[in-house]
């Protein structure tokens, strides 16, 4: 499984971001997809996930309402559109994919691998 994450950096608060996960290699459209970050010191948390028809999300309460999880699944891509960041926002964000064939259970979707990860870094 290839994962490739891309669309972090530096943002003011109250600035918003999109990242982006590609996947290579594999049949996408299967699988549900997610985001975990992961800030210095501490554990990586989730964030969001949506499943393989797009038609479920699911999100942290702490990004609730401030971001969108979507996918393309010709493109194999998932997006996390982030809006309104804050300090709290700073982290190393990863997309993951999910076991082929697993149950969608929102947060509690079992994600098996993961990509590289990009830094997103909010100034305040």
């Known amino acids: 499984v290839q994962l490739q994450a891309s669309g972090g950096g530096l943002v003011q608060a109250g600035g918003s971001l999109r990242l982006s996960c590609v996947r290579s290699g594999r049949t996408f459209s299967s699988y549900h997809m997610g985001w975990f970050r992961q800030a210095p010191g501490k554990e990586r948390e989730f964030v969001a996930a949506?499943?393989?028809?797009?038609?479920?999300?699911s999100y942290a309460d702490s990004v609730k309402g401030r971001f969108t999880i979507s996918r393309d699944n010709v493109k194999k891509t998932v997006d996390l559109e982030m809006n309104s960041l804050n300090a709290g926002d700073t982290a190393i964000y990863y997309c993951a994919v999910s076991i082929l064939g697993s149950d969608w259970k929102g947060p509690r979707t079992v994600f098996t691998s993961w990509g590289q990860g990009t830094q997103v870094t909010v100034s305040s």
């Open positions: 949506i499943a393989w028809s797009g038609d479920s999300t």
